[in-house]
């Protein structure tokens, strides 16, 4: 599957470029399972470019790993989730050096998590290399509870925190790496619109 | 542009080259607080021109007291600097601007570099401050032609991250080893001469980082040129700029609006678009791209002169 393509929406909306080789340069690659396709795509361009990466996938199934594996990255580590991958991304950041690239590949809750990772450690967002691939799944932070529903793909959706039937909105938080969730209904309790499957 | 009304309380000798003022209000009022960077600009009066000069901030951003700016005496400039040399005593009014910053800290960073030559110091005096509240970590890097010379010493906390450059001294600063293996998510500042500034980017440019996470501020003062003339495209009106006086200066003067922030070619607030060039756009600004100097369709009036038949500004 392809870099997604998305419809064209408001400015804070991310897009995602896609991947494109820094030759040798030390590089922290985040990707799952759907986005390590885009790694070996990456790899595929330029070999040079695993000689000096650490790659971090995160819910990959056992080929997709023998598959990453078998480009030879300097380093090759694995975590079941985002939140079990947290603590290993923050410190792959703090020990990287000035120069080092990073490249996001796979559902926009990875890229949205990672990069706001990277942000809040001072890197800049145009530093940040993402390519959307898999799942168009948002993750969503509610503005009233404020807490986090991952993998949501419908519109509306309900928080899986305060229980409110939201609104998925374009509009993301870069600080958070989440999208944001608005009451649905707030002006007339019980008004749901249809559930809608959410499109790219 | 809102201005202030100050007091001269305290003019110092910094270095044969370099004076320290506070200004505070005449009431005892507290001034504006800012943030590391921001300068203010200082009206200097003299027989029926006004001169206006920017100067970065030195003091405590938190501080409402007073503010504080250090002038270096540029004898070749347009006589701004000499009369805050020459002219301005203890006891003096002197309007000034109020604060602005086109200078700021990313306080995103995970670490600041700070690199300042000459007097170049002046912005990162109220950035050091403004670090030591938020508890950031950072290094500064000045870099002065002799001890004599470098004004910012008297002015610098003794600290183990501040280091001090005397090329007198055979104490070169090696970019390069200033900005190899900096923590991923550092940001660095350049305040000096072209010269130093163009260097910190080439080689932060060569070691990978991000364009983002380099930031400058040239830090000068509109230059004298030879006399000329513009055309005011709206009255139809001939404004002459003297030798002294920069094309800002000269259009205030005869009471043309016309808007600015930096005074020093850097914020872009004073872009004006000509509407007739017949001769060649002196551009002095760090704002333009080489392509639009050479279009000639736009100008910074706060740096940049002119010489030529006939030049008509949309104003
Ligand atoms: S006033 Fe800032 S560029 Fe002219």
Redesign the pocket.
Known sequence: MPNAEFSPSIDSRPTYAGLVSQGAAHGIMVADDAGAEALCDLAGSDASVMDHAHVLLVGAAAGTVARIEALKPRALHGAPDLDAATPLIKRLLSEARMGTHLYLAGSEGLMGLVSALATAEGLPLDAIQMEHRGSIARRMQCVHCKGITEDVTTDPFICSHCGLTLFVRDHFSRRLGVFQGVCVDAEAPGEVPETQEIRA | MSKLALKVTAVETLSPLVKRFRFESPTGAPLPVFSGGAHITVEMPEGEIVRRNSYSLISDPYDGSGYEIAVRREDRGRGGSRHMHTKVREGDEITVSAPANHFQLDLRARKHVLIAGGIGITPFLSQLKQLGMEQKPFELHYAARSREEAAGLKLLPGAAHIHIHISDEGARMDLGAILDGQPLGTHVYTCGPDGLITAVADQAARLGWPKTSVHSEAFTAPPPGEPFEVVVKSSGKTVTVKADQSL?EALEAAKVEID????????????THVTACDGRILHN?H?LSEAERAEQKTI????SRFKGARLELDL
């Not at chain 2, 910074?300 to 740096?303: A, N, V």
């Open positions: 800002l600015y922030s930096c005074r020093g070619g850097a914020c872009g607030r004073c872009e600004d704002w910074m009036p706060c740096m």
